[in-house]
């Protein structure tokens, strides 16, 4: 199984970028998905969440009305629409997958597959 990241790089202030990871080797249609972001010298942190079904979304506060995550279940795909990006959003992020099909989970171990993570860059 694979969980492949990418769509980050830098851009300034207030503009926008589009993550995805594509997933392989399985497919994740019924369960949940989520990024998490570490920035420089912290530890990682999760930035939002969904469903299997996309029905249901979670966001972190600091990315809440900024940030949009979306999932495409014929193409094992997932996405995060990043908007009005603020120096603090620079980090690595990383998307994962659970094998659990119930419920919204917040914490990284609730995690079974990591992607690569892709760098995003925010000059203010």
């Known amino acids: 199984v694979q969980l492949q990241a990418s769509g980050g790089g830098s851009v300034q202030a207030g503009g926008s970028l589009r993550l995805s990871c594509a997933a392989s080797g399985r497919t994740f249609r019924n369960n949940g998905m989520a990024w998490f972001r570490q920035a420089p010298g912290k530890e990682r942190e999760f930035v939002a969440t969904?469903?299997?079904?996309?029905?249901?979304?979670y966001y972190a506060d600091s990315v809440k009305g900024r940030f949009t995550i979306s999932r495409d279940n014929a193409k094992n795909t997932l996405v995060l629409q990043m908007n009005s990006l603020k120096s603090e959003d620079t980090g690595v992020y990383y998307c994962?997958?659970?094998?659990?099909?119930?419920?919204?989970?917040?914490?990284?171990?609730?995690?079974?597959?990591w992607g690569q993570g892709t760098q995003v860059t925010v000059s203010s």
């Open positions: 969904i469903n299997g079904s996309g029905s249901i979304k």
């Open positions: 994962a997958a659970r094998t659990g099909t119930i419920g919204i989970m917040i914490a990284e171990a609730a995690y079974d597959y």
